[in-house]
């Protein structure tokens, strides 16, 4: 075989490889596409199925970390929230880029404060400030730090970290309005041990304090007058059994209205945040 033969076979090598790749390549693209595409319809666990048919046929593994982002936006859009984060874990595995790395990591600390897994959530913003900080991602950084101490019920250091962002944040703002709606369990415990009924008149529940003053006061009445008339035997069926029930019974109402109400003020914010809040949420 001439040196002429020889380059024409090694040409039409070329091609002949070249043409099976080519139409490959256009066919994970295709199947991409249309996966993008389901996923953007809302037909999120139809697009799963696809981008895992991808990855299957992607010996190349071009479209992996794409893929995976996707699926674990999928299973989040879908309320899996557990398999959310392990496929946005794979795709962090997958990352190419810092880019790549930083989107995967901040994607699992959304999802983990989604999925009120606060310790979790705040021990990877750790990491990502400590990893990132070449980066000058603090704003960011800080941001998620706020959503969650605010899906914690912890609305103080939610303010905290969004003022640090700036001062007239408007979920600052939103933080520092709940916190300062909230009433003070400790305090309307204490109040009823010195006056039943007071507790509950702090929380704004009146007719509730007015029958627990009146019960106590009346069943207080009844017991002293026992004792002053001798009557001790009745006076310690009425002390015991009536009387130190509804003081017990006041100050558990007290505290019972006082995180109920909290829990009201918390429950009204995150509605409004859930329904109106145009910003990024987790």
């Not at 037909?43 to 981008?51: A, H, K």
């Not at 404060?113 to 704003?139: G, P, V, Y």
């Amino acid at each position: 075989m001439n040196n002429c033969a020889i380059t024409y076979f090694k040409i039409l090598l070329i091609i002949i490889v070249l043409s099976g790749i080519s139409p490959a390549q256009d066919n994970l693209s295709r199947q991409f596409d249309y996966a993008n595409n389901l996923f953007a319809s809302g037909l999120f666990y139809d697009s799963i199925t696809e981008y895992k048919r991808l990855m299957f046929f992607d010996r190349e593994e071009v479209y992996n970390y794409k893929a995976n982002i996707n699926i674990a936006l999928a299973y989040k859009a879908g309320g899996k929230l557990d398999e959310a984060v392990k496929f946005f874990s794979i795709a962090e595995i997958n990352a190419k880029t810092e880019d790549e790395l930083y989107e995967a990591k901040m994607q699992i600390v959304r999802t983990n404060i989604l999925r009120k897994t606060h310790q979790r959530a705040s021990e990877l913003l750790d990491e990502i400030e400590k990893n990132f900080l070449n980066r000058d991602k603090s704003d960011e950084i800080n941001y998620w730090r706020g959503w969650n101490f605010m899906l914690a019920d912890d609305w103080a250091n939610a303010a905290k970290y969004f003022g640090k962002i700036d001062y007239q944040h408007p979920l600052k703002i939103l933080s520092d309005g709940v916190e300062r709606d909230k009433y003070s369990v400790t305090f309307a415990k204490v109040i009823s041990y010195i006056l039943p009924g007071s507790g509950q008149f702090y929380t704004g529940n009146y007719l509730s304090g007015l029958m627990s003053l009146g019960w106590n006061v009346l069943l207080g009445y009844f017991t002293i007058n026992a004792f002053v008339e001798d009557r001790v035997f009745d006076g310690l069926v009425v002390g015991n059994l009536l009387w130190l029930r509804f003081y017990r019974g006041s100050i558990e109402n007290a505290e019972n209205s006082a995180r109920q109400k909290n829990i009201e003020a918390a429950n009204k914010t995150l509605k409004y945040l859930e329904t109106n809040f145009e910003g990024i949420k987790p």
